[in-house]
């Protein structure tokens, strides 16, 4: 729906400020008059909506995270109203929402506008990923000529490319005038991801959204976020990609899964993308209810470095009690170290990786080449993106880690021990996932996996079972292709 700019021109500026959606509080205000508000909204460039909305039995929710449940409501003595005024306190993080405040933003489809689209990146796409990433442009082709979106899966192994997948449909989709979501569960992946995007469309703006970031509503193209910013879009991008969509917290947490459906315009194409997708999302696929690619191959040929497991002992007790880590896991981590590959060590909580380091600094004192080469990282840490950076510059050598980095890091020639494997938190995808970040350089495919376990699991069975599956589908799928 494109408007007749010739009957009214709208603003700019305006535009800059409502892109997104935001408050309209004092802040909008100050900056645009009521009269020009009204202008844009009666010319269908601006849309309002409520802060709360009722559903049909009067509940009361939230219109930014869709959150009902009573409890996580709270009320305060509102200046604006001059009442008691209820808020929702489950998106507080985002900045309080009142139920006398309405929520304000830019329609974007009010100014699609065609162009040309630079694509510089000049790699080569595998003949798997050619019919993936033509697959997927063909299904915003389809949205472009008005014929709709839906759902579309692109189920690929760790390591398949599905970055350079998605470049061709991008391209479609910022061609047609269409603002890009690509939204993902960790902060880590939107750092991985902003500059790869940013450098294959260097004349489209970009912007990279998530905690802490310094810009909030950029008027931005291609949008790289975090599931929690999509809260800040309301019916905003025609095509929204959903980067790890069974990574927790999007996979746990229906407000995300609320906002990443409240970011979509009502007819948006939405792309599911996973080397793990859940089993009710397989299950759709199988039955041709999902449209879906697969693709079990890694771009460079070689096969998923399948894991070892090794009994490690009562090792929770032997870390706790005695302050050390198994044997097993020590004479590992002294081949890796000795061999100068760098090495991802994963434990099952955050509350185990002080007591691990300490072990592991006493231990490999004379393995490590400086005190500097070993750090630990969890979700919390104010240095983690820091750390990320030197653990893939090889300034780190040895970095623990949770399941915070489970996906979407990518670190050359990395090699992969998990301790603690039987822990609940270590699922079959977790599992997979883990494994996954093992064997990406072409350099050197092998990579080392293993987990560390007092007692064998069915998740740990499901793991090996799972890639052990997709190294026996590529033989398949190589005689298959379109």
């Not at 709270?74 to 998106?91: F, I, T, V």
Request: hydrophobic share 45%.
């Amino acid at each position: 729906m494109t408007r007749d700019t010739s009957v009214f021109t709208p603003d700019s500026a305006l535009q800059r400020l409502l892109t997104g959606r935001k408050l309209l509080d004092a802040e909008v205000c100050r900056k645009v008059t009521r009269e020009e508000l009204n202008a844009h909204i009666d010319a269908g460039f601006v849309q309002v909506s409520p802060a709360f909305e009722r559903n049909a039995a009067g509940k009361r929710i939230c219109g930014r995270c869709g959150n009902e449940e009573a409890r996580l409501f709270g009320s305060y003595p509102c200046a604006h109203c001059g009442k008691e005024c209820p808020y929702c306190r489950a998106c507080i993080m985002m900045g309080r929402v009142s139920e006398c405040a309405q929520f304000v933003g830019w329609i974007p489809e009010s100014v699609y506008q065609p162009r040309t689209v630079l694509l510089a990146w000049e790699g080569t796409l595998t003949a798997a990923q050619a019919q993936a990433a033509r697959k997927l442009a063909a299904q915003v082709e389809r949205l472009a000529s008005g014929a709709g979106g839906g759902e579309f899966l692109v189920w690929a192994v760790c390591g398949a490319g599905k970055t350079e997948m998605l470049f061709q449909a991008v391209r479609e989709a910022l061609a047609s005038g269409f603002p890009v979501m690509i939204a993902t569960p960790r902060t880590d992946v939107v750092l991985e991801l902003a500059p790869r995007f940013a450098a294959a469309f260097p004349d489209t703006v970009t912007a990279a959204l998530y905690g802490g970031a310094d810009e909030r509503f950029p008027q931005a193209e291609l949008v790289i976020c975090t599931t929690h910013q999509a809260m800040r879009y309301r019916r905003h991008f025609p095509v929204c990609i959903i980067d790890e969509v069974d990574a927790f917290p999007f996979s746990a947490d229906e407000k995300l899964t609320h906002a990443v459906s409240e970011a979509a315009t009502a007819d948006a194409l939405t792309v599911y993308v996973t080397a793990t997708p859940p089993r009710d999302m397989q299950q759709a696929a199988a039955s041709g209810r999902l449209p879906h690619i697969r693709i079990p191959r890694r771009y460079h040929g070689h096969d998923l470095p399948v894991p070892t497991l090794c009994w490690a002992g009562d090792w929770h007790k032997r870390l706790r009690a005695r302050g050390r880590v198994p044997p097993p896991l020590l004479r590992w981590l002294r081949t890796q170290l000795a061999a100068g590959r760098p090495v991802f060590l994963f434990l099952p909580r955050v509350a185990l990786l002080d007591d691990a380091a300490a072990a592991l600094v006493r231990a490999l004192a004379a393995d490590l080449p400086s005190p500097d080469a070993f750090d630990h990282v969890h979700a919390a840490d104010p240095g983690r993106t820091d750390k990320v950076a030197r653990f893939r510059s090889g300034a780190i050598r040895l970095l623990l880690t949770t399941t915070i980095l489970e996906r979407g890091v990518t670190v050359p020639g990395v090699q992969v021990a998990v301790l603690g494997a039987e822990d609940a938190i270590f699922t079959e995808s977790a599992l997979v996932q883990i494994a996954g970040r093992a064997g990406r350089n072409p350099a050197d495919p092998a990579g080392d996996v293993i987990f560390f376990h007092h007692g064998r699991t069915a998740e740990m069975a499901c793991a090996v079972r799972h890639i052990k599956a997709m190294n026996a589908e590529t033989v398949e799928m190589n005689t298959h292709l379109d």
